[in-house]
């Protein structure tokens, strides 16, 4: 039994490094600086048009990783569509990273009345990301203030932007 348990646990180990160096990360932390050249990218709407994120300069951007098949994506963005009509007209805005097709992105979009810019990664080539949905706060500066993973609660979110605003 011993001998069994030993073996469990040296391959537990070595499943658990593994997992660690070769499972891609979300952009936290060390890579703070990755994060915050979210905004230098350009990417394309959803009608083709390649939109600079830095046009967004001087404002609160929430940048949201998402797709329209992943869950906890399509229950936060109704919030993200509140948040956003609360606080747009204040230098808030939105900007949701679909890491989906653009037809679907489209379908999706309409159907729930997203009332911020959409733009396509369809291949996620901007950031590395193990899961969705991410979401990253950047001030009025362009600084990474927050990020979080999974499903973020409006409440919480309002929390921050409202005193970046």
């Not at 890491?99 to 729930?112: G, L, N, R």
Request: hydrophobic share 40%; proline share 7%; net charge negative.
């Amino acid at each position: 039994m011993k001998k069994y348990l030993g073996k469990l646990l040296v391959i537990s180990v070595i499943s658990l490094l593994f997992l660690y160096a070769y499972y891609p990360k979300h952009p936290d932390g060390g890579e703070k600086e990755h994060v915050e050249s979210i905004l230098k990218a350009s990417l394309p709407d959803l009608e083709g048009h390649v939109q600079p994120l830095s046009q967004w300069q001087g404002k609160v951007v929430v940048v949201n990783f998402w797709a329209s098949w992943c869950p906890p994506c399509r229950m936060e963005m109704p919030g993200f569509i509140d948040l956003q009509q609360k606080y747009g007209k204040d230098g808030l805005v939105f900007v949701g990273v679909a890491i989906d097709s653009p037809d679907k992105v489209a379908d999706f979009s309409h159907k729930i009345g997203v009332n911020y810019p959409i733009l396509v990664d369809e291949s996620s080539s901007l950031l590395n990301l193990a899961g969705l949905p991410y979401t990253a706060v950047f001030d009025k500066k362009g600084k990474l203030v927050a990020s979080h993973d999974g499903a973020w609660p409006e409440s919480d979110l309002d929390d921050i932007v409202s005193k970046l605003l």
